[in-house]
């Protein structure tokens, strides 16, 4: 199975800034990478498909990025509804595998 | 707007059968586009996915389950079954269902959207 690793595995910020997260799988994957956000007591949704592309309804302040093994997720300008756990996942090959996330709280 | 609902015993004995029901609601369950599964989260863990079906009944399951998983589809009701088979405690996990778009060259899982609310199934005597 492929192994996804998520950087870092926390973090603090405030809102209006730029948040970064990174995703590393253990082998290429080309651009089979989605990425999900997933608010406590509720259910992941879909953000990123395939590496950069917007998911349906989707504000624009997110995007992904990366190709290969090293991919991110950018939040331009973090918002008070984005502060949730943000998870990884590849669909290079089967089984489909996630990444451990990444918490992003309120600094 | 499509939405699942997942629905069944909140708990489960270890040993027995963990089973569970999505129900599919605003679309159809026999969409050639699309693949229907089920994905895990224990508490406090990351996700895991189990397995998908497709309307015809064609499944595909992840191998580390594979031995004690069945999923299967009823689409005169809209609905897709787990079946979970010689639980323990490591089982124990929020439980979602989700439609999954797939690669039409090799009908492996894409992406996962939307998803159900999810089900919390303890495993416990």
């Known amino acids: 199975d492929i192994q996804m690793t998520q950087s870092p595995s926390s973090l603090s910020a405030s809102v209006g800034d730029r948040v970064t997260i990174t995703c590393r799988a253990s082998?290429?994957?080309?651009?089979?990478l989605n990425w999900y956000q997933q608010k406590p007591g509720k259910a992941p949704k879909l953000l990123i498909y395939a590496a950069s592309s917007l998911q349906s309804g989707v504000p624009s302040r997110f995007s992904g990025s990366g190709s290969g093994t090293d991919f991110t997720l950018t939040i331009s300008s973090l918002q008070p509804e984005d502060f949730a756990a943000y998870y990884c996942q590849q669909s290079y090959s089967s089984p489909p595998t996630f990444g451990p996330g990444t918490k992003v709280d309120i600094k | 707007q499509l939405q699942l609902q997942e629905s069944g015993p909140g708990l489960v004995k270890p040993s027995e059968t963990l089973s569970l029901t999505c129900t599919v609601s605003?679309?159809?369950?026999?969409?050639?586009?699309?693949?229907w599964g089920w994905i895990r989260q224990p508490p406090g863990k990351g996700l895991e996915w189990i397995g998908s079906?497709?309307?015809?009944?064609?499944?595909y399951y992840n191998p580390s389950l594979k031995s004690r998983v069945t999923i299967s589809v009823d689409t005169s009701r809209d609905q897709f079954s787990l079946k979970l088979t010689s639980v323990t405690a490591a089982d124990t996990a929020v439980y979602y269902c989700?439609?999954?778009?797939?690669?039409?060259?090799?009908?492996?899982?894409?992406?996962?959207?939307?998803w159900g609310q999810g089900a919390l199934v303890t495993v416990s005597s």
């Open positions: 082998q290429s994957i080309s651009s089979y």
């Open positions: 079906v497709y309307y015809s009944g064609s499944t």
């Open positions: 605003g679309g159809s369950i026999s969409s050639s586009s699309y693949y």
């Open positions: 989700a439609r999954i778009s797939y690669y039409y060259d090799s009908g492996r899982p894409a992406w996962f959207d939307p």
